[in-house]
Every structure is written in structure tokens, then in C-alpha cells.
């Protein structure tokens, strides 16, 4: 068994931390730092981002192995971000335009997860989209690997995210801003039956320091945040991504799952690092 983690929109990010007079340049993504965290919990997890090249979507980046994550391969192109991070205080993100990605790209980045996943893998999707995609090609992608016995999980927004919904994908993943731009609705009671496709296991809505909302099995259930001091937020929903990953890969009951993932994410956004492996300790 792997986890896969598909980062369709990466991102090379400039952080500006105010007080610290230091820039902080790194590769970003979420599919990128669920996979960093899952390593550093043990599991085997391998990062991919689209490998652009000199022609859109040929191929892609592979990971390096257990422990470590890559940054950016030979020919890869990305966006470019800005971070401003005040201590206590709302992030601030800019962006450049979305990464396109020609049909022929599509068509050969979906034959490549066609081939390479297993049964018994998981497929994880982060974040936004390049743009280009043939209408249904993630729904269309996301039914196919399940037919294989892969598990999907997707993390999105927007129109990537209702495919998901409509391919009836294991897992469905968003903050509460995504879930209302996604369903036009207003509030996690209202989104979350809009946000679960037929087939689909569990549905989970963080929503900040209130903790996170989930849908799982036809059960309503809460999982409220420890109280902490916001050092940094980016990440934090990454580490609740992991966390879920990890709760079902080992098997644990739903409640501790949730209860460990809104823990996870509140350290995350604590302490501003990825959470040691002693955290998931009940």
C-alpha cells in the first residue's frame, strides 16, 4: 500500500514571516505537505506535481522515497506565490495565474495514474487545478481508479471538487469558505449534503479554531479544535488530510480519527512546523 499525492497546481512560494526579517522560499502545495507529513508519521507516502516541460503535461515528477519529499524537477514549471505571515493574524496570499495544461497533457497525466496506482493504494488530490482539463476527466479518472480498489480522497474547491462529488470519491475535504464556494450554499449543515456523491464515505469541512464538521457513514459528527495561540495557519489543513489518511490506514474507529485530525491541526497552526509522530498518541 501507498499514498499518492497529487499536487495539479504547485506552487513556488515566497513566505515573509513580519518581525523575523527573513523570506522563506519553498515548494508549495497540499498535496506536497500531506505527503511530507504522512513520511514523518511513517507511512509511505510519494509526492507528484505535473511536470510541464516544454510540453504541457508530459509527464511527471516522481517522488525520492520514504522521508522525503522532492522540490522541483527538471522542466517543471509553476506558479509563483507570496505569503505574508503576522503572528496572530490573518495570512495574506498572492498568486500568479493558474499553470494550463493543453488536452493531450490531461489525456497522458490520466493514462500515468491509470497505470501506476494499485489496489489497496490511496489517492490523494491537493489543492486547485491547472487549468485546460476536458469537462469530466476528473470524474471520469477519480471512477476509474476506485473500479481498481484505489481510495480517493480529494482536497479542492470549485469545479475539481464538485467531479469529486459526482464521481462519488471515498473522501470529500475542504474549509468552510470551499465548501460554500463550491455548493452555493451557506454553512457546513448546508454543504455537507451537497458535497456527498453516491458511493462517497465521509465528507469533512474544517472550519478554522471551531475544530471540523464531517458527514461520515450517514453520521453527523463534530470534533472540536484544542484552544492555542495561531503561530502560523498555513498547513493546517493539511495535517487534518494526513491525519484522516493515518486514522484509516490504521484502522481506527471514526470518532478518534476526527477527535486526532482536529488535534493535528490545531498543533500545525501552534507551532508553524509539521507535527511529530508522538502527537497521534491518544
Not at 118 to 128: A, F, H, L, M, P
Not at 139 to 154: E, T
Not at 165 to 176: E, F, M, R, S, T
Not at 184 to 203: E, I, Y
Request: hydrophobic share 40%; net charge positive; aromatic share 8%.
Amino acid at each position: 500500500m501507498k499514498v499518492w499525492c497529487f499536487t495539479p497546481n504547485p506552487v513556488r512560494e515566497r513566505k515573509f514571516v513580519v518581525g523575523s526579517g527573513q523570506v522563506e522560499v519553498s515548494a508549495g502545495g497540499k498535496g506536497r505537505n500531506v505527503a511530507r507529513q504522512l513520511c514523518l508519521w511513517g507511512v509511505p507516502a510519494i509526492s507528484k506535481v505535473i511536470d510541464l516541460g516544454s510540453d504541457s503535461g508530459t509527464g511527471l515528477v516522481p517522488g525520492v522515497g520514504p522521508g522525503a519529499v522532492p522540490g522541483v524537477g527538471p522542466g517543471t514549471m509553476e506558479r509563483w506565490g507570496w505569503a505574508w505571515v503576522s503572528e496572530g493574524e490573518e495570512r495574506i496570499d498572492f498568486f500568479t495565474e493558474d499553470l494550463k495544461v493543453r488536452a493531450r497533457g490531461w489525456a497522458r497525466i490520466g493514462n500515468y495514474w491509470r497505470r501506476v496506482l494499485r489496489k489497496g493504494d490511496w489517492w490523494v488530490v491537493g489543492g486547485s487545478s491547472a487549468e485546460g482539463w476536458p469537462r469530466g476527466w476528473w470524474r471520469g479518472l477519480i471512477q476509474d481508479l476506485q473500479k481498481k480498489g484505489v481510495s480517493v480522497l480529494v482536497d479542492s474547491r470549485g469545479a475539481l471538487l464538485r467531479e469529486a462529488v459526482q464521481a462519488g470519491a471515498d473522501w470529500v475535504k475542504c474549509n468552510l469558505n470551499e465548501a460554500e464556494v463550491t455548493t452555493g450554499k451557506q454553512g457546513a449543515d448546508h454543504c455537507l449534503p451537497n458535497l456527498r456523491g453516491d458511493g462517497t464515505t465521509g465528507v469533512v469541512v474544517t472550519m478554522g479554531e471551531e475544530g471540523l464538521v464531517a458527514e461520515v457513514n450517514g453520521c453527523r459528527l463534530l470534533a472540536r479544535a484544542p484552544r492555542v495561540k495561531v503561530k502560523d495557519p498555513t498547513g493546517a489543513g493539511d495535517a487534518v488530510t494526513a491525519a484522516i489518511i493515518y486514522g484509516e490506514i490504521r484502522g481506527w474507529t471514526t470518532e478518534r480519527t476526527l477527535r486526532m485530525a482536529a488535534r493535528v491541526g490545531a498543533w500545525r497552526v501552534s507551532h508553524g512546523t509539521d507535527v511529530p509522530r508522538v502527537c497521534l498518541k491518544d
